[in-house]
């Protein structure tokens, strides 16, 4: 490859959709680790110039496809990955975990990847507590936000969103259980008794010497996630790994390579300015993002229904009239769940895309946000960005981007691509006018 680097790649990972994967470039920014997030498979002449980056990603949406998709597409972008030569290689998930042995099989990307890193084992780390997410004997727990809930945590099986997913419901907690469903590969666990009484390591040994050739690690807190890292950052001396989980991996091996100084000291951070126009595309069915958009309405943003089929004319020329009075916009496709009349799908998303694009190049907004994991993959296709980098922090998990798109006037586009469950009830207000997060400007 061109590529040269000064000090080794230390980091490599695919997102399997765009929500997460910027939920990874924030981490790595956040504690001054250089890093770029393509949106499709980069060539040599999108890496060159990259000699600074310690972490190269790629966003993908692996997240809402088949077994079948993954077969025809993963193996090129993991050998992709593979020949930056990261120490570390890690498949981005969401937290919640929530895939099915025919859409987002996280256990059919697993055999994917063993097949072409060929690693001695794969780590599986979905805890994340920065985002309420939790693993206790091999069972995943989440938060759920607001006021109704109150942030009590759920088993993942119990949780009133999640396990209601209207495409991958979670009805298993237990993390082993849930990938056998979708993988042969056997599963097994470090707990937390192991890391209390300071034999994760033994625990490991033994499990991998029974014949394990994935480990579901438990997560409570930060230190519970870099005792992890320390332990795939030892097998990493030996071989290249591929690790499936949340940004709880990521962050835990941020902590480890800290206190082994392969990086420096997390760098000070400016907050976002204020926009004066801010422009929301919504197609999460979440309560959350309900919410979200309810606040964002008292607040004086536009809120415009999107109807289950386009053109949507009258719907874009609404939102066009808003913008130039300088009001902010919100466009949605729903209000907490879906019901009959909302549609979905590639197709849609694909639509939605285009229309934002429309609306973005007769308005001339600089900053957007896009609600909604498999609506924030298909639509940032439709804008012809090559990659993404780090802008400044917003909530956690979603963070301001910049777009790189040379040659186009949506390059330098200021968004951020924000899952359903992710962010507080003022998130878009807060997007709008800009500050620390949970502050105001």
């Known amino acids: 490859m061109s590529r040269s680097t000064p000090s080794p790649l230390l980091y490599a990972w695919y997102g399997d959709d765009f929500t997460g994967s910027t939920d990874v470039l924030e981490a790595l920014a956040l504690n001054g680790v250089p890093a770029v997030l393509f949106t499709a498979m980069p060539g040599e002449r999108d890496l060159a110039g990259l000699a600074h980056c310690r972490a190269i990603g790629i966003a993908g949406e692996s997240r809402c496809r088949t077994p079948a998709w993954m077969d025809e597409n993963l193996p090129g972008l993991f050998a992709r990955l593979s020949a930056l030569g990261a120490r570390v290689n890690h498949y981005k998930v969401c937290s919640t975990f929530d895939s099915s042995p ?42 759920a936000p607001g006021e109704i809930h109150n942030g009590q ?3 993942i099986d119990r949780h009133p969103t999640m396990s209601r997913h209207p495409v991958t419901p979670m009805d298993e907690a237990d993390l082993r259980r849930h990938l056998a469903r979708q993988t042969h ?7 937390v008794r192991a890391f209390f009484a300071g034999r994760a390591a033994q625990q490991l040994d033994a499990e991998l010497a029974a014949g394990a050739r994935a480990i579901v690690f438990d997560g409570l807190d930060a230190a519970m996630l870099q005792q992890t890292a320390s332990l795939i950052s030892d097998a990493a001396a030996d071989r290249p790994v591929f690790a499936v989980g949340s940004s709880g991996l990521t962050y835990g091996l941020l902590s480890h390579w800290r206190t082994m100084n392969d990086i420096g000291d997390a760098p000070t951070q400016s907050p976002a300015a204020a926009a004066d126009r ?4 919504s197609g999460s069915c979440s309560p959350v993002t309900a919410r979200q958009i309810q606040a964002a309405r008292s607040q004086g943003f536009a809120a415009i229904r999107i109807g289950p089929r386009g ?35 590639d197709e849609h998303s694909r639509a939605l895309g285009e229309m934002l694009r429309k609306i973005l190049l007769r308005s001339a907004v600089r900053r957007v946000v ?3 994991g498999d609506t924030s993959t298909h639509v940032v296709g439709q ?12 909530a956690p998990g979603a963070p301001l981007c910049r777009a ?30 800009g500050g620390w997060p949970g502050t105001s400007a």
Do not use: C
Not at 278 to 281: D, E, G, S
Not at 409 to 416: I, K, N, Q, S, T
């Open 102 to 143: 025919q859409t987002g099989s996280i256990g059919r990307a697993m055999e994917i990847g063993a097949a072409i890193f060929h690693p001695a084992w794969i780590p599986i780390v979905a805890a994340a507590p920065r985002l309420g997410r939790y693993v206790v004997f091999g069972n995943l727990f989440a938060e």
């Open 153 to 155: 945590i759920y088993r």
């Open 185 to 191: 590969l056997p599963i097994g666990s470090v707990d």
């Open 278 to 281: 801010l422009l929301v595309l």
């Open 311 to 345: 053109p949507w004319t009258q719907e874009m020329e609404t939102a066009l009239a808003a913008l130039a009075r300088g009001e902010s916009v919100v466009l949605y496709t729903a209000l907490g769940s879906p019901d009959t009349t909302t549609a979905g799908g």
């Open 370 to 372: 896009i609600a909604g």
């Open 383 to 394: 804008l012809g960005f090559r990659a993404l980098s780090f802008a400044a922090p917003l």
């Open 404 to 433: 790189w798109a040379p040659g186009s006037p949506l390059d330098g586009l200021e968004l951020a691509l924000k899952g359903g469950q992710i962010g507080p009830d003022d998130f878009f207000v807060r997007v709008r006018d």
